[in-house]
Structure formats: C-alpha cells, structure tokens
C-alpha cells in the first residue's frame, strides 16, 4: 500500500468499496434540466476538505418532475460525498442534516459507509491525510485535468482499527483540530485586518494636501491610452513555450506582473507586433472583465508583449507610473471604471472613454514623495502579513503531523 509504509499491526485493511454500504456516482444533470427552485444539486465545489462547503456563488436546482424522470439519486445526511476532480481529487465530506432535499452531480460519489465497520469521522479525518492523497492520485487518469474512477476510487485502501480505538481517535482529533481551527480563524482575522489598516493608511496618505492636486482629463494629466492587439491579430496558435511573454488581463494580480509560461510568442510574433511591445515606466491595465487591474512595467519586463484585452498607458514625463497604478486600483477609481464601461456579460472598456475620463494627480515632487511612503507602508505591511502568512502555514503542517501520529497509532 502507498501512503504510510506501517500501520499498527492490529488494524485491518480494506478496500472503500468492500466497507461501503452504498457506492454510487452523481447524477447527470445537463443545464437544460436546472432550475432556481426545487431539489439541491450539491457540486464538487460544495466538497471541502474535511467539511461540507455551502459559501458557494451560484445554487443549483431541479424540480420534482426532472428528478422523477431521471431517475435521480436522493443522497441523505451521513452520506460521505467524494469529489473525483481537482482540487484536490478526492476530498470528501458528510452530508449535512439540512431540511431540504439534495441530489449530487456525475463527478461525486457518494459513499453510505457501514457504520458497524468504521466511523464517518475516522474516515473523513483519514481522509484529509497525506497518504490518502498520495494513494487517490496514483489511480488517477488524464494529464490535462485529473480525475479518478469510482472503480478505482472504490480500490484505495482504508485503515480500519477496532471501533473503540475509532472512537477514541476522532475524540483526540476533534479538540485537535477545534484548536486549531480556533488558530487558524485568529490568524485569518489578522492577516485580513492587515490588509485593511494597509489600505486604510495609503487613503489617509493620498487624502493629504488633496485640495493641491490637478484636475484634468486621463490623457492630459497621466499620458497616451493604446489599445493591445486584437484577437484577428494574435492568435492561441501563435503561443510558444520559451519565447517572450505576454501581458494579459489574468497575468495582472496584485498590481504586479506575473507573467504565464505558457503564453509566450516567438520572435516572429514579436516583430510582426512589434507596436505592442511594452516599455520600462509603461502601465499596462486590463480593459476587459474585472476593473482597475493595472501593474507599472520594470526594466525586466521591457519588450514583453501588451496582450488582447490590455491597455498600454504611457505616462508623460515627470508622471510616475507606480503612483497611477496606485490610484487606479483604489475602490473608488474602480468604481468609476465600471461606470464608464460598457457589456452585460462582461465589462470592456474603451481607450477614448479611459482617456476622456476626469482625473486627479499631484505635482511631480509630491507624486514621489506619496510614492515614497506608500511603499513604507507597503513594507512594513509585507512584513505583518509575512508573519501572519507563517503562522498559518504552521498550522497546517501541525494539522498534517497530527493526522499523522493518529493514523500510524502513536496518538497516546
């Protein structure tokens, strides 16, 4: 067996499908059968780790009539839900006790374990473990996007002791994991209150002297507006591994760049495109989707590629580029983005409109200045977040070494 080489020698062995009582996939639900009322359809997204997760974006549905003439399966509290897709590939959870009906999709599986054999929680709780993992993507299949069979998913092996040392493992386990999660939480908080007195400290920075500020439209206080290439002029067929990298809206995070080493043109590519090169001291800004995502090019990245959906904002002399791209990202510039952009299905924004748009900027000397302490504070926040960051990483190593000790029997 993968995973742990030893478990204690009084434990049996046996594979999921030999101890579940029930073991059978999701239903196949197209989208013309859904609805916004009726049965729930829980998804994969819906199978945390260890945890049923009901914070999703979108519910969906299907009436009465749709399950009847599917044939669907009702699944119950205490079902374990298995997601055979990343990520990761088999997570599983337990079926809440919720008053309303459920049905899950073709890419769970649904396990009624036999409770006078093993415990949903030791299962769930072996089932968050390193081993377990290691043995679901050995049975893996495809390349692109793995996925694991019921078939095989029924072959990986489960570690099964006495019940009374079950019993007794889940009970460790529970106040082991409370405590950390009670941890965790705290982390979270501070690491989120961070960012925020982060923010909150450049808007009392940038609201300083605001009243010295000039007013102007885009173009005449910032610089020229270019729209990247179109779709008609670069292809997914003109990307190559190894070649010069893109700038597309998805390669905009956090104001930097981060660029996607499979989103690369050859040097053909570049020269036949070479207006789009990007320049040292250029902002380069998503024009599509989500609004203000925007990141000032370094010198490293000078000749990279502007993408489709990005603009080319190229600031005057004496504008910095990082303060622009600093404006442009906060909520209120945002906000104003989406005002001027036009779609339903996605916003697009159009260089005349971003050009024409009413804005502010400080005089030369204080743009540096306000750039100067912003990246103080920028500083010092990385380091409260670095630290925040650790702690939660220690956590989840520490949950990992206690699953560990539990399930090698060194649990006392």
Known sequence: MRG?????????????????????????????????????????????????NDQTDKFRFIDDTTFERLNCSEIFPGNILISRLPDPVGRACIVPHKSQRM????????VELDGNVIENKFFIYYAQTDAY??????????????????????GIKIPIPSQEEQKRIVTILDQAFAALDRA???AEVN????????HASVETLLSTHKETWIRGTFEQLVGQVFTGPFGSLLHKNDYVQGGTPLVNPSNIVDGRIVPDASKTVSDAVLKRLYAY????????????????????????????????????????????????????????????????????????????????????LPAPALQRN?????????????????????????IDALQKAVL???????LS
């Open 370 to 394: 306000l750039l100067n302490s912003i990246k103080g504070l920028e500083e010092a926040s990385r380091r409260l977040t670095d630290v925040y960051a650790q702690k939660l990483s220690e």
């Open 103 to 110: 049905i899950t999709a073709v890419d769970c599986s649904v």
């Open 184 to 186: 965790r939480a705290l």
């Open 404 to 410: 560990r000790q539990a399930f090698s029997g060194q």
């Open 277 to 360: 090169q990007l320049q040292s001291g250029d902002i380069v800004m998503g024009r599509r989707g989500e609004m203000g995502r925007c990141a000032a090019v370094p010198p490293a990245m000078e000749g990279w590629l502007c993408g489709t959906g990005s603009f080319v904002i190229r600031p005057k002399e004496g504008v910095s580029a990082e303060l622009v791209g600093y404006l442009l990202r906060r909520p209120d510039m945002v906000e104003r983005l989406t005002g001027i952009a036009t779609g339903t299905t996605m916003l697009n924004l159009n260089n005349r409109a971003l050009a024409e748009m009413d804005f502010e």
């Open 191 to 198: 690491l989120a209150d961070a960012f925020t007195v982060f």
């Open 4 to 52: 742990f080489t030893v478990f204690p020698s009084n434990w049996e062995v046996k594979p999921l499908a030999t101890i579940a009582k029930k073991f059978i996939d999701g239903d196949w639900i197209e989208s013309k059968d859904q609805s916004h009322t009726g049965i729930r359809l829980i998804q994969t997204r819906n199978i945390g780790q260890g945890k049923f």
């Open 133 to 154: 993992f290691r043995d679901v993507e050995a049975e893996c299949t495809g390349t692109t996007r793995k996925r694991i069979s019921r078939r095989n998913l029924g």
